[in-house]
T-cell receptor
Framework: GQQLNQSPQSMFIQEGEDVSMNCTSS?????WLWYKQEPGEGPVLLIALYKAGELTSNGRLTAQFGITRKDSFLNISASIPSDVGIYFCAGQLTGNTPLVFGKGTRLSVIA | DAMVIQNPRYQVTQFGKPVTLSCSQT?????MYWYQQKSSQAPKLLFHYYDKDFNNEADTPDNFQSRRPNTSFCFLDIRSPGLGDAAMYLCATSRGTSTDTQYFGPGTRLTVL
């Protein structure tokens, strides 16, 4: 099925560093969502974006909905060890259509 | 306060032995989804219910069935589990409006022996 191009696939960073990851699509979406998943748990919603150009923050996390509606990025500032996990982007066309997921970015933070 | 609850968290079954996974929600959401997630992969949608309307993904095997007896509960039935069905099964819910967000449960890890 359709998938988003999410990069990077994995990242190893030092504690305190900033992190950036992004997702691109060949088709437009009306909603972009960013989830974090830890081992053995379900994805937890971090940020939801509903308007092109929207920039939204949640603590140290900032995400933007691209103007073309075909991309989104997530930034994490001043990373800490508990940021470790897999970050998934997901796009949705309407409330009645399935989410399309990226393949995930695996983040490792070295203390 | 758990909003999407999945039981059990871990399920072990034998090859070919039917198994049922359970999901409940306290959000009163219209839509409930079942996803299959294999190791290091993104969740893959199996099917979803919009109220009582069932929507099956084209590539979901017939071995997977679902029931939604009321707004709060949704079940995933695997009629004859194979070794390849071992995975994390995630339930999610959403209101089903034009600006929407899906909320996931903690998942059930299925092991097939």
């Amino acid at each position: 099925g359709q998938q988003l191009n999410q990069s990077p696939q994995s990242m190893f960073i030092q504690e305190g560093e900033d992190v950036s990851m992004n997702c691109t699509s060949s088709s437009i979406f009306n909603t972009w969502l960013w989830y974090k998943q830890e081992p053995g748990e379900g994805p937890v919603l971090l940020i939801a974006l509903y308007k092109a150009g929207e920039l939204t923050s949640n603590g140290r996390l900032t995400a933007q909905f691209g103007i073309t509606r075909k991309d989104s990025f997530l930034n994490i500032s001043a990373s800490i060890p508990s940021d470790v996990g897999i970050y998934f982007c997901a796009g949705q066309l309407t409330g009645n259509t399935p989410l399309v997921f990226g393949k995930g970015t695996r983040l490792s933070v070295i203390a | 306060d758990a909003m999407v609850i999945q039981n059990p968290r871990y399920q072990v079954t034998q090859f070919g032995k039917p198994v049922t996974l359970s999901c409940s929600q306290t959000l009163n959401h219209n839509v409930m989804y079942w996803y299959q997630q294999k190791s290091s992969q993104a969740p893959k949608l199996l099917f979803h219910y919009y109220d009582k309307d069932f929507n099956n993904e084209a590539d979901t095997p017939d071995n997977f069935q679902s029931r939604r007896p009321n707004t709060s509960f949704c079940f995933l039935d695997i009629r004859s589990p194979g070794l390849g069905d071992a995975a994390m099964y995630l339930c999610a819910t959403s209101r089903g409006t034009s600006t929407d967000t899906q909320y996931f449960g903690p998942g059930t890890r299925l092991t097939v022996l």
